[in-house]
């Protein structure tokens, strides 16, 4: 189905149709070869911007395409992030790419099986988060491994109109170390450079999205420790409710991957997370095996 651009367009005028995935969140981009992304012309480029940045996510389907053109693309909406110790997890000579598996080398568990078994929005940590990521599916699951994520915008937008109002004067400290973590047993300890870029970062509980003027709430479960002033025990109850209102069905999609799949997702207006709905006792199974990588937008 075509739907109509900002100008008053359709998509199908801009090279490419769409499907919305879900009632508010998500919406998948039929017609486009990310191969040769250096040929997609400005135009296209920036109405893909504007519907990530309305709906949070796109989904490209049946990209088989490498790592090199896997960045190509994505350098096409900005800068890369700096990995920091992201680094240690690249597929060799491709430092920008985070490697996601559950594929144990040389008999040892991989540190990334269960990275994402909490919601969050990647490298909310640092003192400058990421702006976007695209994650591209080469190995998944027959059954399970999917990926869930929740609208942020309709986070904030249905709280009650007092509590929207507190929230829009609070900021919360964000850290990959938080009291609340409870995915990261496995890693191995940081070092002291790693330490010192990732100890945390304060943020605004409540950001309006630059490009869409839209107000979201930006907390997640896994890093956001505490609020400003506030103590981890003052915090907890707040912070639970909030949690549980922002990952309600109404406001998440659900994604079932294929080999093949590229999501790209909005970190400003959405969070994530994995559930670990598939037979981790038994990742050495080819049924079981999940392969993917991400880059990621500064």
Known sequence: MATMSNSGATERDVGFTTRPLSWQTGTEILGLDLSRSDGIPEAVIARLWALLCERGILLFRD???????????????????????????????YPDLFTVTNIRKDGVRSETEVAAAQWHADQSFLARPARGSLLRCVEAPAVGGDTMFANMYQAFETLSEGLRRMLEGQRAFHTLFSSRARVLNGRKPPTEEEMARLGGAMHPVVITHPDTGRKALFISDQVVDHFDGWTVEESKPLLDYLYAHASQPAFTYRHAWRPGDIVFWDNRCTQHYTPVDYDLTNVDAPENRRLMFRSTLA
């Open 63 to 93: 990209q088989f395409i490498d790592h090199r053109q896997h960045l190509d693309f994505t350098r096409r909406f900005g800068p890369l992030a700096e990995t920091g110790f992201l680094s240690r997890y690249a597929p060799e000579g």
